[in-house]
């Protein structure tokens, strides 16, 4: 007892043993040249490609088909953006931890209406031919009954031909094929990006129209196939362009390689996996954070003292006796 006793008065004794000169800025500025050194040769040897960004315009052209089709169905409300929910519409409750409806309570923070806001609103802002400008004036004029049946019924018939809007059934479809003809032309001619910008601001850098629009493709998802940027190849530890990736990320994404969060279908989550795996994350940083806060656990350095054998000399009976 008197020697642990004397241990903590040594503890928090101050220094009386040899002190020396310590110039920090001249330590900083060597560690700094140093690091920065390192840094450019680690990165000009291990460095990943920077591929270029992906754009509707190499959307258009590589896969018309596909944005075609999803044009079709932004303009009938059945993409997963138009069914989304909050925060950008009310077409869905969204997730939800138990009780506990997460996008429900926080509401439509950030409205979308898909229909207008992706597809009608670039093609009323671009230059049309009389054909496609006398289409957009039909559809507008059309009541919203009228516009999700003509789209609707487009969708479905693209539908029954496996995403192939040439080989799909006639019908009567309204304007609807002749204003994703416009976008994908629009898109081909590389404006789409720029009409997406939310705001109409030159210096816009709200993104979200066009992530929405990319998501609901089949552009996208290809690319992140293909650069192994899936979850189940641990896609949120990639990095894209010039940005470095999100490698303090890795322990939210670890949870998707584990059971029962893997996928959509995995009892008893399901599709509300990515709530259940906030609150998971949310509860261990709280952990971490509060640690020094938590009872017995911040005993442990006293418990164990594993510090003491790191620095055995500086915690040795002789110095100690040497400071009384």
């Excluded at 932004?74 to 409750?93: D, H, K």
């Amino acid at each position: 007892m008197k020697s642990q006793t004397a241990k903590q008065a040594f503890d928090a004794a101050p220094w009386t043993g040899r002190v020396r000169k310590y110039d920090i800025v001249k330590e900083a500025t060597i560690a700094v040249v140093i690091v920065s050194m390192l840094v450019v040769l680690l990165s000009l040897i291990f460095s990943s490609p920077d591929d270029k960004q992906l754009t509707f315009r190499d959307w258009a052209k590589t896969n018309p088909t596909n944005f075609y089709a999803t044009t079709v169905q932004e303009l009938a409300g059945t993409s997963e953006s138009a069914g989304y929910g909050p925060p950008y519409n009310n077409a869905s409750a969204g997730l939800n931890v138990g009780p506990l409806w997460l996008q429900k309570w926080a509401g439509v923070t950030h409205p979308v209406d898909v229909p207008n806001d992706l597809v009608i609103t670039p093609l009323t802002l671009s230059v049309l031919s009389a054909r496609e400008a006398s289409a957009l004036a039909t559809w507008k004029a059309a009541t919203p009954d009228q516009q999700t049946t003509w789209a609707t019924a487009y969708d479905t018939a693209i539908g029954d031909a496996d995403g192939n809007y040439t080989a799909a059934a006639p019908g009567d479809y309204g304007p609807v094929p002749v204003l994703a003809n416009a976008l994908t032309n629009v898109a081909a001619q590389g404006s789409l990006d720029a009409l997406l910008l939310a705001g109409g601001n030159f210096y816009s850098t709200d993104n979200t129209k066009q992530i929405l629009f990319f998501g609901d493709g089949a552009y996208l998802d290809d690319a992140a196939t293909a650069a192994n940027l899936q979850g189940n190849t641990w896609g949120m530890m990639n990095e894209t362009g010039r940005y470095p990736g999100q490698a303090w990320l890795w322990l939210y994404s670890i949870w998707y390689q584990i059971p029962p969060f893997i996928n959509e279908e995995s009892a008893p989550f399901g599709s509300n996996a990515d709530a259940y795996i906030m609150f998971v994350v949310l509860g261990l940083t709280a952990g971490l954070m509060f640690a020094p806060l938590i009872p017995g656990l911040r005993s442990i350095p006293r418990v164990i003292p594993l510090h003491r054998k790191i620095w055995k000399s500086y915690y040795s009976e002789e110095n100690i006796k040497r400071r009384k």
